[in-house]
């Protein structure tokens, strides 16, 4: 059984920085593409960044530049260190695996966390 849990969300300035951590249990973390979603107050889910298995990442254009999607393999744990946030960036943070990058980026995926909360306010 893969089990997903996040930690480092907070409340943050604009401006400033948070380090999510997705420590994954069950599985080594290469084996499957690991995701970070983001779900503001009253709106959908959307992708904020993906690795795939081998090491392959994406971002959607709200964050490039600004978010970095990374991986320790020792510790079993995918990071997404989050820069220059903005008030938009605000939402319930969850990470997620699938084996499939492709799907894992379109929202389809086995396994999920609980999230992380995150705030940006001044």
């Known amino acids: 059984q893969v089990q997903l849990v996040e930690s480092g969300g907070g409340l943050v300035q604009p401006g400033g920085s948070l380090r999510l951590a997705c420590v994954v249990s069950?599985?080594?973390?290469?084996?499957?593409?690991i995701g970070w979603f983001r779900q503001p107050p009253g709106k959908g889910r959307e992708v904020v960044s993906g690795?795939?298995?081998?090491?392959?990442?994406y971002y959607p254009d709200s964050v490039k530049g600004r978010f970095i999607i990374s991986r320790d393999i020792s510790k079993n744990t995918v990071y997404l260190q989050m820069n220059s946030l903005k008030p938009e960036d605000a939402g319930t943070y969850y990470c997620a695996a699938e084996e499939v990058f492709a799907l894992l980026l379109s929202g389809t995926a086995g396994y999920w966390g609980q999230g992380t909360q995150v705030t940006v306010s001044s």
């Open positions: 690795i795939s298995s081998d090491g392959n990442t």
């Open positions: 069950g599985k080594s973390v290469d084996y499957y593409a």
